[in-house]
């Protein structure tokens, strides 16, 4: 199947990219992409520091590769892929898949083995699915409805406003003075999922 069309904006920024892979573009799309990296990175580590540490070196990696990103497909696969690949040699150590069904929260996707974790992690949050087969079964594990709300669910338990640490600031701000605005992408999520509550609720009052 033919990848979606990109949008006028993902287009413009590719373009910029590939003319200053360095300049202000860049910036752009890492701040834009913050939010689900700093998701991924955190529910794989246990502590912020490493996490932060993750979005550091994977921004270099990223910037190396900014050039050659692909104005046929969209931004957030694309960045989501080079995460995976980045990660993929620390966190592809064996483990066995849990056999029940988990909880569609954080303590669900920590009983995944991290190469699992990971895989789902990046199909999650950046809409592209690793070829790791184990990422099918973690469907079932984690969103044994098979229907919208279920992996809404989950990423809204998993979903993290990335630290001011964590994105690339304007000059002159430091990240103990910055506080970074909640963008729409990061909060449609939470907007959904309290509709979704709500609805529940009200069903729930009316049987």
């Keep these: 199947m033919a990848p979606p069309p990109l949008d006028l904006a993902e287009f413009r920024l590719l373009q910029a990219?590939?003319?200053d892979p360095a300049g202000p573009a860049f910036t752009q799309l890492w701040n834009a992409q913050a939010?689900?990296?700093?998701?991924?990175?955190?529910a794989l580590v246990d502590r912020d520091d490493d996490a932060i540490g993750w979005m550091a070196t994977f921004r270099l990696d990223?910037?190396?590769r900014a050039q050659g990103l692909r104005v046929d497909e969209g931004v957030a696969p694309q960045v989501g892929?080079?995460?995976y690949e980045h990660a993929l040699p620390a966190f592809s150590g064996p483990g066995v898949l849990p056999t029940d069904t988990l909880t569609p929260d954080e303590a669900?996707?920590?009983a995944l083995?991290?190469?699992a974790r990971l895989a789902y992690l990046v199909d999650l949050f950046f809409d592209w699915t690793p070829p790791d087969p184990a990422v099918v079964a973690v469907y079932r594990l984690l969103e044994p409805a098979e229907d919208t709300n279920a992996r809404l669910l989950v990423h809204t338990a998993l979903l993290r406003n990335p630290p001011a640490e964590a994105l690339m600031l304007p000059p002159g701000f430091s990240p103990s003075h910055y506080r970074?605005?909640?963008?729409l992408r990061v909060l449609w999520p939470w907007l959904l999922g309290a509709l979704l509550a709500a609805v529940l609720s009200g069903a729930s009052a009316f049987w």
Excluded: C, D, K, Q
């Design 17 to 19: 990219l590939r003319a």
């Design 35 to 42: 939010g689900a990296g700093w998701s991924v990175f955190r």
């Design 62 to 64: 990223l910037a190396e």
């Design 81 to 83: 892929r080079a995460l």
């Design 108 to 110: 669900g996707i920590r």
């Design 113 to 115: 083995p991290t190469s």
């Design 180 to 183: 970074p605005p909640i963008g």
